[in-house]
């Protein structure tokens, strides 16, 4: 029935632009909200340079920190079914659920001074509560689920076949995992890595109850908009966006055809 | 040579059990069996892949048992190829050779990769990625890949059964070619009883997780020697029913007997009585238009119900109360002008009745 295939395609088509629309134009009304010569100034504001530096560099530690714990945990979750495998696929994902203030006041009562980890871990001379750390374990708590399932469903895309293939051809597990695995993974792996990367930039709940000073990018804009009212706070906003972008743009690159 | 001693596999809720078997040096063993009867399982076992709960694996007198898949020295190809996806196949087929430990090969491996590219016909497509093969050509890399590190041993998982028949039929002969010029012990994994006619020196039948009978593919499809080997293999017609001795006999050995099964009374040459199935190979059964009993003891009335061909070959398929099924020369049956519906005489010797 061509008539009715025709109207439910024509639906379906305008349900799917309202909701394009509505994602698209905010974003591109702040865009073009600020004069070239505002950008030009915002990106002279040391405060703000400070600040996106300050946020590359404390979500690519959050995000190598999750690497480093989360690859081997996204394999074994992909890979080898041992008791306990759904609790902990569970538990990892908790975070997504979280409101993030909650999250970052479970964070400041398990690291803060108080605490008893927080306690040994100042000892040492780790301070995470208005501190960088602080931020650090902020953005790990909310990003790592992100690299963990991101990396998990690379990993099972791969036929675990095609690593005992590599066995009976010499390779030991580890060999068979290095030359066999993760280069069929690795664009997987490093997707799920930029995209937990770009959730740890975006994260504003748990960091401004962990540590609001010093800020971070999102932070800034923030303080700038409660401090100075929109105008000032847009600049900033836009250099975020365009950040934001660009992450988005090398994510779709790195994807697998068959996936995009 | 491989050799396996009582092994038992458990995987999930399956067991795999008590397989005795040995595969001379050089031999070509094939493991049939329908699917989910443990063939897999078995190979994987052979391999290191699986787990073994009680057993030994033997391999050129040596003991591998709890060797890991990667200090075994053997090939193992695929039912789905399993090729890497992410390399050329050149690199696919170059991938373990000087890589395996006690197997350390000085020679140039690109002249390793050409001798096989060459052997296998695939030499035009070293240079192409693995994507856009067709089932024939990752088959053949496959296997060249396999065999690339000069493995002892192959192990085939139904290796043929992803491609067309025609390139299966030419990919059969070139794997015996292959397995008698490099001398590799072999044991490939089959559904197909056929397959094991072509290429096997020695089958074993699988069933529900243990061997059912091994042997000579000819002794195993001459001799079944259960109902389910008999089905399995396509000896011809198989039919449950119950002995009745009918001489006193001189005590031990054979006697003859009455085979009730149905609504067909056979005369039988038995060995003991009760329960029993009747195995009555297609070849063994004699038609003829007009009644002539000859020397044969069982003759009985039936209809043609329909003709298959199969080459020279034609299997009529006859209803005499129960089905039944003949192997006629496609010659004779076109003599006979056999069709469907037409009477026929239907008869076989006692002794071509194999009681299992």
Known sequence: MPVRSLVSRVVLAALGACLVLFIVGPLLRLLFFASPESLGAALRDTELRDSIVLTVFTASLATLIAALFGVPLAYLLARRNFPGRRLVQGLIELPVVVPHPVAGIALLLFLGRRSEVGGALAHLGLEFVSHVPGIVAAMLFVSAPILVSGAREAFRGVDPQLERVARTLGDTGWGAFRRVTLPLAGRGVLAGSILAWSRSVSEFGSIVILTYNPKVASIYIFDRFTAYGLQAAVPAAVILLLVALTVLVVIRVLQPEERR | MI???????????????????????????????????????????????????????????????????????????????????????????????????????????GARIAELADMLAIGA?????????????????????????????????????????????????????????????????????????????????????????????????????????????????????????????????????????????????????????????????????????????????????????????????????????ASLTTQSVEEMELKAGKPVMVAFKATAILLV
């Open chain 2, 3 to 109: 050799r396996l001693e009582n092994l038992h596999v458990r995987v999930g809720t399956f067991d795999l059990r008590d397989i005795t078997l040995e595969v001379p040096k050089g031999g070509y063993a094939l493991i049939i069996g329908p699917t989910g009867s443990g063939k897999t399982t078995l190979l994987e076992a052979v391999a290191g892949h699986a787990r073994l709960k009680a057993g030994r694996v033997f391999m050129h007198d040596d003991e591998v048992t709890n060797l890991p898949p990667e200090q075994r020295g053997l090939g193992f190809v695929y039912q789905q190829y399993h090729l890497f996806p992410h390399l050329s196949v050149r690199d696919n087929i170059g991938y373990g050779i000087g890589r395996a430990r006690g197997r350390r090969d000085r020679s140039d491996p």
């Open chain 2, 125 to 325: 497509l070293l240079d192409r990625q693995v994507r856009g093969l067709s089932g024939g050509e990752q088959q053949r890399v496959a296997l060249a890949r396999a065999l690339a590190p000069r493995p002892s041993i192959l192990l085939l998982d139904e290796p043929f059964a992803a491609v067309d028949p025609a390139t299966r039929q030419v990919l059969r002969r070139e794997l015996r070619e292959l397995h008698e010029r490099e001398g590799i012990t072999t044991l490939q994994v089959t559904h197909d009883f056929d397959e094991a006619l072509r290429l096997g020196d020695l089958v074993a039948v699988l069933a529900e997780g243990r061997i059912a009978q091994s042997g000579t593919p000819e002794e195993v499809f001459r001799y079944p020697n259960s109902a389910f080997v008999a089905r399995f293999v396509g000896t011809g017609n198989v039919i449950a029913g119950v002995v009745e001795r009918t001489d006193p006999g001189n005590g031990a050995g054979s006697f003859r007997g009455t085979f009730r099964g149905g609504s067909l009374v056979l005369d039988v040459v038995a060995e003991r009585e009760g329960p029993i199935h009747a195995v009555i190979r297609p070849e063994d059964i004699v038609l003829s238009l007009t009644h002539h009993p000859g020397s044969a003891r069982n003759h009985m009335d039936g209809k043609v119900v329909r003709l298959e061909r199969i080459g020279p070959v034609t299997l009529v398929h006859l209803e005499v109360g129960r089905p039944l099924i």
